[in-house]
C-alpha cells in the first residue's frame, strides 16, 4: 500500500510538532511549506535526521513551493501569526485572513480531493473562509479546537480529583473564544459524573459547583493562560497533538468522536455556520454530527458561543 501524504502548511512551531509527530507515528510521507525560506527544509532535515534513532521510515520534505503538496490525502493548516499576550484571538483576523486566502488557494490548485484540518486563528472564522475559498465540500474541511478545549477541561479535572487524564471523559462544544461551552453534564471519571465526585469530596453542592465553574472558566481562557507564560507565542505541542488525533481518525477510519468544528446544516439549532460539535470523524472526514439535546442552561450558552461566531464571521471581507 502506498504511504499516506500528508501536507503541512505553515512550518512554525505547531507545524514543526506536527511534522515530528507525524513522522514519529509513521502516519505518512510529510511536505512541510512556509513562506520561510529554510525554515521548513531546516526542520524537516532535523527530523529525518531522528529516524535512525527512533526508527521511523517516512520522507520528510521542507518546501516553499505549492506545487510539492500535489497529491497530499490531507492538508494541515497552521500557518498564520499566533496570539502575543493581551491578544484575543479575533485580534488576528486581518492577518490571518490574507495568509489564509493565500493557503486555500494553493490547497485547492495543488490538493483538490484532500482533507483539510485547519489550526489558524481566528478558528472558526478561518475554517469558513478556507472552505469558500476551496470550494471543497463541506465533510472535508474539518477547524480544530473542540480536541483541545476538551483535553484542556479533562486535565483540570483528572488533577482536581487525583486520577489518571486517561480515565476522564470530557467535552466542550460552540465557538473556540472565551464563550465556549464546557459541558458540565457530561464530563464523568470512569463513567462516573463528575459532579457527583466533587460533591463527595466537598461533602456539599454549594462547593462543588464553585470548584466546577473555576475549571469551567480556566477551561475557558486555558489557552490565554499559556500564551502569558510563554510571552512570544501560543500553545504549540496541545494544539498539535489535537490536530494530529483527528488526522490519525481520518487515515485509519477510525471514527473516533471527536469534538470538531464543522459545518452544521441545522444541528443545535445552527444553520450556514461551523462550529465545534461532536462528530464522528473516519475515512469520509466528518462522517456525522452526533446531536443531542442541550438542557435549557447550556442552550443558551451554545446560542451565545454561536453569536459569537457569527459577528466574527461577519466581519471577513
Ligand atoms: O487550537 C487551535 N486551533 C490553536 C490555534 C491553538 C493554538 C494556536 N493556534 C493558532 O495556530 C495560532 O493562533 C496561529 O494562528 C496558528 C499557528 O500557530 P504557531 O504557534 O505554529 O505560529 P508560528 O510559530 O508563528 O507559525 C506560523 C507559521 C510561520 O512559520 C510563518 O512563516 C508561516 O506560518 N506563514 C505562512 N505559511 C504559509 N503561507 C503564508 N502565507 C504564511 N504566512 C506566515
Given at each position: 500500500m502506498a504511504r499516506k501524504k500528508i501536507a503541512l502548511i505553515g512550518g512554525g512551531q505547531i507545524g514543526g510538532v506536527l511534522a515530528q509527530l507525524c513522522a514519529q507515528r509513521e502516519l505518512g510521507?510529510?511536505?512541510?511549506?512556509?513562506?520561510?525560506?529554510?525554515?521548513?527544509?531546516?526542520?524537516?532535515?532535523?527530523i529525518a535526521e531522528v529516524g535512525p534513532v527512533e526508527g521511523f521510515d517516512v520522507s520528510l520534505k521542507g518546501t516553499n513551493n505549492y506545487a510539492d503538496i500535489a497529491g497530499a490525502d490531507i492538508v494541515i493548516v497552521t500557518a498564520g501569526l499566533p496570539r502575543k499576550p493581551g491578544m484575543s484571538r479575533d485580534d488576528l483576523i486581518g492577518v490571518n485572513s490574507k495568509i489564509m486566502s493565500q493557503v486555500a488557494e494553493g490547497i485547492k490548485k495543488y490538493a483538490p480531493n484532500s482533507f483539510?484540518?485547519?489550526i489558524s486563528n481566528p478558528l472558526d472564522a478561518m475554517v469558513t473562509l478556507c472552505q469558500k475559498i476551496t470550494g471543497f465540500p463541506?465533510?472535508?474541511?474539518?477547524?480544530?479546537?473542540?480536541?483541545?478545549?476538551?483535553?484542556?477541561?479533562?486535565?483540570?479535572?483528572?488533577?482536581?480529583l487525583?486520577?489518571?487524564?486517561?480515565?476522564?471523559?470530557?467535552?466542550?462544544?460552540?465557538g473556540h473564544g472565551d464563550d465556549m461551552v464546557p459541558l458540565i453534564r457530561y464530563a464523568s471519571v470512569g463513567g462516573i459524573p463528575v459532579m457527583e465526585l466533587l460533591e463527595?469530596?466537598?461533602?456539599n453542592a454549594a462547593k462543588a459547583k464553585e470548584v466546577m465553574d473555576a475549571m469551567v472558566s480556566r477551561t475557558r481562557k486555558a489557552g490565554g493562560e499559556v500564551v502569558a507564560l510563554l510571552k512570544t507565542g501560543s500553545a504549540f505541542f496541545s494544539p498539535a497533538s489535537a490536530s494530529l488525533a483527528m488526522v490519525e481518525s481520518i487515515l485509519k477510519d477510525q471514527k473516533r468522536v471527536l469534538p470538531c468544528c464543522v459545518y452544521l446544516n441545522g444541528e443545535f439549532g445552527v444553520k450556514g455556520y461551523f462550529v465545534g460539535v461532536p462528530t464522528v470523524i473516519g475515512a469520509g472526514g466528518v462522517e456525522k454530527v452526533i446531536e443531542f439535546k442541550l438542557s435549557a442552561e447550556e442552550q443558551a450558552m451554545m446560542d451565545k458561543s454561536v453569536a459569537a461566531v457569527k459577528e466574527l464571521v461577519g466581519t471577513l471581507k
Open positions: 510521507d510529510v511536505v512541510l511549506f512556509d513562506i520561510v525560506e529554510g525554515l521548513p527544509q531546516g526542520k524537516c532535515l532535523d483539510v484540518i485547519v463541506t465533510n472535508r474541511i474539518i477547524g480544530q479546537a473542540g480536541v483541545l478545549d476538551s483535553a484542556r477541561f479533562a486535565a483540570f479535572i483528572a488533577w482536581e487525583g486520577v489518571s487524564v486517561r480515565d476522564v471523559t470530557a467535552m466542550t462544544l460552540g463527595r469530596k466537598y461533602g
